[in-house]
């Protein structure tokens, strides 16, 4: 196969694969030291060994203690855990949740189905980049708001949140704070202690780790429920035998992302940037999400007159694997809930593409994706009814 | 997207795309709202439809729909075009994913859409059913 054929990965924050020193690490926990972390025996000290290394690993990550890590199963029960185990242990305190409007639906549908519960919860707004307001978060807050959860970086247009200042305004009026970096481990240096954090959601697969595999964080002293019952593991709060190949190769992941942040980052922003200066050439086509407070990786443009699953099939067709902040392959047809809420008008909403980039991307392949991409938006431009005259080439 | 390769021909190749000057139908239905609209030209000679074109906007198995939708009726009385079922053009597409069923209805209405058009046009009593 030559180069030009093959396939350029895009949708990074969609999935990552993972990397060979993290396979590495975690095949021989799949073969030969296959015990069990509960069991007594020499093979079972191996797996916990196992375990207990790589939450040093995520503690590190964080700047978080050891005994602060729990692991779970992803991002999704991450969320789930935070916010359904901070409202049921304190719901004597307060049933009022802040949260905002473009949150992963981890964590928005949590909120929506403890409302149903009897929890208040206000979804804050976001300006047109997508940003969180200090001052309407201050605003929010009341006597019996009892958890704040914000993301550190949205997943469809990477803007990144002022956690630090969140963080402070949640210290300064004794509320949890839980922050979904899902999409930021990796990309956005953290430190829990630094940044107020209470709560943290991190997932393996975004950061070349296996999937199906994350943690929790939780600040020592926090009064939260446990969501699995079960086993004694993770100190009794997360019932369940430990999934020990892929926490092996979560710390590996993590390690080796947080420690070459600053090195990635550098190369991504280039990336990106090419890429968003070339995407801008092409005829009304615009930028979502923050123009420099947004993640390294992260590239959200909307086409006009387009709509996004014949733009992602056509790429597809080409080798170019994308995605699109528009749920046209949703049962809903809703469009996307970050971009509506970001204020982009419904009527071209439904044009949107995410491109993703990661350690595999090169300037070739953004190159080549500026190569195809205007053609293709050409050829469904001259096929829209929407497309006025100027804008078809047909 | 699990859509059948035929599907996939039509939506990457479509037939009849593009539209008609002095048509004698225009039938236009969806809105950008949902993300779907379907816009179908008609020619009509002696009763028959002479030419059919189509611009869409929407998913792939939007455009597929409205490229099989204007083969199947092209050449075909208006009487013979107006009972082209939604479901045909799926079967004709080989089926559609369930959530994709509404694009072939969206080509069956824009078929009577333009077709009511030129009876309108024409002074005649639009068609109901």
Known sequence: MTVENTAIYMDNSATTPVRKEVAEELIPYLIENFGNPSSIYDLGKTSKDAVENARKKVASAIGAEENEIFFTSGGTESDNWAIKGIAFANRNKGKHIITSSIEHHAVLHTCEWLEGQGFEVTYLPVDKYGMVSPEDLKNAIQDDTILISIMLANNEIGTIQPVEEIGKIARENRVYFHTDAVQAIGHVPIDVQKMNIDLLSLSGHKFQGPKGCGALYIRKGTKIETLLHGGAQERKRRAGTENVPAIAGLGKAIELATSEIEESNKTLLALRERLIKGLLKIPKTHLNGHPTQRLANNVNVTFEYIEGESLLLLLNAKGIYASTGSACNSSSLEPSHVLTACGVPHEIVHGSLRLSLGKMNTEKDVDRVLAILPEIVQKLRNMSPLTPKENRTL | ?129
């Not at chain 2, 611009?55 to 009972?83: D, N, P, V, Y």
């Not at chain 2, 959530?99 to 333009?114: F, G, N, P, Q, R």
């Open chain 2, 1 to 129: 997207m699990d859509y059948s390769a035929k599907v996939m021909d039509h939506f990457t190749n479509p037939r009849n795309m593009g539209s008609i000057e002095n048509s004698d139908g225009i039938g236009e239905v969806g809105n950008a709202k949902c993300g779907d609209i379907m816009k179908i030209f008609l020619k009509i000679e002696a009763d028959r439809i002479a030419d059919v074109k189509f611009q869409t906007f929407g998913c792939g198995a939007a455009i597929a729909s409205s490229s099989m939708a204007t083969e199947l009726i092209k050449g075909k009385t208006l009487e013979e075009a107006w009972r082209l079922s939604n479901k045909a053009v799926a079967e004709a597409l080989d089926g559609l994913p369930p959530i994709k069923m509404h694009c072939s209805m969206l080509a069956e209405e824009a078929i009577h859409e333009a077709i009511n058009d030129y009876l309108k046009k024409k002074g005649l009593e639009p068609w109901t059913e």
